[in-house]
C-alpha cells in the first residue's frame, strides 16, 4: 500500500484505504454519526443530501454482499449508483495502467468503491484518482469498514449490557491466519485500552507471529481449546475457514471437518450474555467447520445485527468524505410517505419485521 | 412453496409468491390501480413517491426484460435500484444458506425482486426476508406477475371490443405442459365466471392432467387443431416451444418444425377482432414453431401491449406493497420539463411512437 | 445502417446514429450546450431536469468506460438507469428478433443507449424502437459521440492556445485502417475549412482508399515518419493498434514493436504547444506499440481531457434529444450541499484534484 495514502487521517475528501487512518477520536466520531443515521438505513426517513452526486462501485472480484452493502449506503443518502462487476474490465485487459484507468474513471464520478484480488491495488487507484477512493477489499490486504462495522457492533452489543469495548474480553477462534477480518479487527481494537483476546484456530491456521511481536502482544492469549477461549468471553468473534487461500492441500486436509461453534458449546462454556459475531458469509452446509446455525435463536446472536449495521457505517462513511455533519444531517430528514416492512413475525422468520426490534 | 406465505392476501407489506393470493376484488383493484398509473408508465408525468426506496433485484437466471420491466416499474417510482444478476451468488457458492442470504440482503433494502431456477426458492427466501418479496419467477414453480399482466392486457383488449372476460373464449395453444405462464393464466382466470379454454397442442405437450381433475374441468376443451381451437375465440394465447425445459430427446425431436401461427390462420380461422397474445419472446428464426412475425400489422395484436403493460402492473404491486393508493399517487404527479418520444412514425415502426396511439 | 436513420438531422426526439446527421451548425451547438454542462459534469452544481426519466443501457459488447460515460451523464442530470451487459442477451438466444427486443424495451425507457459487435445493428434496433436510441459503437460501424468528444476537445484545447479548427493541421498516426474513432474524425473535421492531416502509419494499416477518392482528399498527407507528420501539426492524435481487429496473422507480425510516440519524440520534432490525444484505452504494458506513458506531465497532453468532456458531450447529446436547452438548464441548477474532491494534490497524481484547474 501506498505509505501517502494510509498516512492521511480519514477525513472530508480523502481516501480510506487502511484502518491504520483511524485513531479513537476518529472512530468515535465515525460511530457516533453511524447511531445518528440509523432511522435512515432502517427507512423510518428518506433524505437526498447526496442528490446529485455519483458513485463508482468497481467489483473486480464477486462480493455481492459487501457491494450491495455500499450501494445501498449511498442509494439510502440519495445519489446515483454506476455498477461494474466482473472477474475482467475490458480496459485493463487491453494493457491499460491502474493510473489510466484511475484518472478516467475518477472523471465520471465523485467518489469511488472498489474491490480487487491484488493487495495495494486500491491503493494505487487510490494515488491517479481524482475523487476520493474507498477500499472495498484488496485480496490479502485490508477491508478496513468490515473491522469498522465490526467494532461499531461490539460497541453497541457490549453498551446494551451495559459494558464497554474499553476493557473487554474477546474470543477469536477459527481460521486466525488467512482470515483478513480478524487481523484488521485486532488492529483496530488496539485503540481502546485494556482490550484482550483470547484465540484459538486449528493447527496451522495460528494468528501470524507479527502480532506476537508488537508491543501488546501480552493482550494475546493462545487457548487450547475453544471451551478455553470462551472462559470470561464478553464476545466470541468466529470465522470460517477460506479454503479458497489455502494452497497448501496437507494443511487443507488436516483441517478437522467438525463444526467450530454450535448451541451446546455456546449454552455450557459461556457468559450468558455472551455476544456471538461472524463476518459472514457462514458455511451452513452439514459438516463445515462453521458457526452452526442452531445459535440462530439465541439472545446473543449478532451476527445480522453485523450486516445491518454496515449499513449504517458505510452510509457514515460516506457523509465524512463528503463533509457532511450529523446537524447537516439531520436537517435534511423528511417524512416518508411509504412503508414496506412487514408488518407481523412469521413462523421462521427470527427478526420479526423491522418495526418489530431495534436491533 | 411455503403454505404461510401463498395464504396471505397479497396488500401492504406481503409477499408476492403466488396468484393464489388474490380474489376477484383484490385483482380488480390492482388492475384499476395499474390503470390510473398509465400516464406514468408512459412518461406523460413523473413522480417520486418512493424516493428514498430501494429494491433489490436479484435475478439469479437470466432474464433480461423481467429485471428491466420490474426495475423500470421502481425507477417510475422515484426509487432506488440495487441489481445483482448471474447464475452463481458469490456468498450462495460458498455455502450460504438461503436463510442468511434473505436476512442480510433484507437489512439493505425495502423491497426484494427474485428470479431463481429452483421452484419454492422465492418462497423460502420470502420467509427469513424482513421486507417483501416479490416472485419474479421461480423455475418450474410460479412467474405471478407474467400471469397478472396477461389478464390485465386481455381485459383491456377485450374491453376495446365491448367484451369482458366474464364468459370470454380463449384458445391457448403451443406448449401447454411446459409453458409455466398458461398454467398461471388458466388459474388466474378461474377468478372469472364462464371463462373457457379452447386448447392445443402438439402430442406429448398437452396440459397436466391436474387441470382436468377440477371441480370446473368442463371448462377446458381439446382440440384437435389449431383451426379447431380458434373457433369462436375472443383471443388467442400462443407460447413457443420452451425446448430447454424438455429433458426427454424424443419428444423433443417429435415436435413439428412448423409455425404455430401466422397471418394466414388468423384471417382464415379466427373472428375478425381476436386479440393475439404471447409471453415474450418469440422464436423469429425460419422454421421455428411460434408466433410467426407476418402477424405483426394484424390489428388484434396485443403481444406489445402485454409488455407495455407490464410496466403499469408492476408499478402497481410495488405501490400496493408500500401502502400507496390512487389518491396519494395522483397527488404527486408533476408536469416533466422533457420528453424524448418519437415525434414522427418512421417506416418500419409499427408502433409510431408513443403518442400515437392509446395501447 | 439504415438510410432513414442516418439522414435525420440529429435534435430532440431523434436517434443519433451516425456523425453524417450534423452540420456545422448543430454541432457548434451541440458543444455551446456541452460548455453550458461543464459546471455540472464537474459536480459544482446538482440539477435534476431528468428526474423520473429512464435510460436504457445496453451493452452487448464490454466497455465499461464507454458505459460508464453514458450513465454518469445520465444520472448528472436526474435520471434513473437500467443496466444490461454482457456478451449475450437472454431473449435473442431464444431467437428473438432486434424488432421484438427493440420494442419490448422501449416500453420501459425514455432513451436507450447500446453498443454491439455487429455494423448496423444499432440502427436497426433504432428502426422499431419507440423512443430515441444513441449509437455506443457498433462494430466496425460507428461510434458518434467518440468523434463529437474528439472533436469537442481539440476545438477546447486550440483555443486555449488562441488557435481554431477551422485551418489547423491534425496530424494522425498508428492504426489508420481498423481505427474506427480515426475514420470518424476525419469525417466529422471535414465540417469546418482548411483542415490538414497529416498521416502516418505501418505498413498495411494505412487510412482506407476511399477516403482518398472524395473530393478533398487533397487535405490528406501521407507521412513516411512520425517525425515528418509532427511538422506543423497543431495536433497529434494517436491510436494503438487493434490487434483484435487484425485477422492477417502476417500483418500482425509486421507491425512493430517499438513505441508509436513518446516524450522524446514529442520534445525533439513537433511544436512546444503540440496537443496529445488518444481515445484510450493506451496499452502502457512495455514493448507495446502506443503513446508512451513518459509523455503524461507534458503541458500538451489532452486525453485526459478528452474522457472528462466526453461526461460533457454526452449531457448535451441527451439534453438535445429531450429538448432540453441552455436556458432550461441553467435555471434548473441548484447548489449542491457536498464537495468530494480531493482538497490537496498528492504526490503522484498528475491531476491535482478537480478545483485546481479548468481542464
Known sequence: MSQAASAIPFQQGS????????????VETLFSLSDSLRPLGRSEYA???????????????????????????FARLGGGILTTTGFTFSSMAK?????DTARVISGYCDVITMRHPDKGSVAELADASMVPVVNAGDGAGEHPTQ?????????????SRGKTVEGSTVAIIGDLRYGRTVHSLIDLLRLWKGVRFRLYSPASLELPAEFFDREDAHR????????????????????????????????????????????????????????????????????????????????????????????????AIFCTIFGLDQKALKASYSVPKWHSAKPIARPGLHSAGRQAQDW
Chains 1, 2, 3 share one sequence.
Not at 468497481?58 to 454482499?65: K, Q, V
Not at 478437522?256 to 454450535?262: I, R
Not at 457468559?271 to 458457526?291: A, K, Q, W
Open 220 to 315: 494475546l492469549l493462545v487457548c487450547e481449546s475453544v471451551q478455553d477461549a470462551l472462559k470470561g468471553a464478553d464476545a466470541v468473534y468466529c470465522t470460517r475457514v477460506q479454503r479458497e487461500r489455502i494452497t497448501d492441500e496437507k494443511v487443507a486436509a488436516s483441517i478437522e471437518s467438525a463444526v467450530l461453534l454450535n448451541r451446546k458449546m455456546v449454552t455450557d462454556w459461556s457468559n450468558r450474555d455472551l455476544v456471538i459475531m461472524h463476518p459472514l458469509p457462514r458455511d451452513s452446509r452439514p459438516g463445515s467447520f462453521d458457526l452452526a446455525p442452531d445459535v440462530d435463536d439465541l439472545p446473543g446472536l449478532a451476527i445480522f445485527h453485523q450486516t445491518d449495521n454496515g449499513l449504517m457505517v458505510r452510509m
Open 47 to 73: 433524505c437526498d443530501v447526496l442528490h446529485g452526486a455519483v458513485l463508482s462501485s468497481l467489483f473486480f472480484e464477486p462480493s455481492t454482499r459487501t457491494r450491495l452493502s455500499f450501494e445501498s449506503a
Open 147 to 159: 473491522a469498522l462495522l465490526d467494532v461499531y457492533t461490539l460497541r453497541r452489543e457490549l453498551a
Open 15 to 26: 481516501d480510506l484505504i487502511s484502518t491504520t487512518q483511524f485513531d479513537l477520536d476518529s
Open 95 to 99: 494493457g491499460e495502467s491502474i493510473h
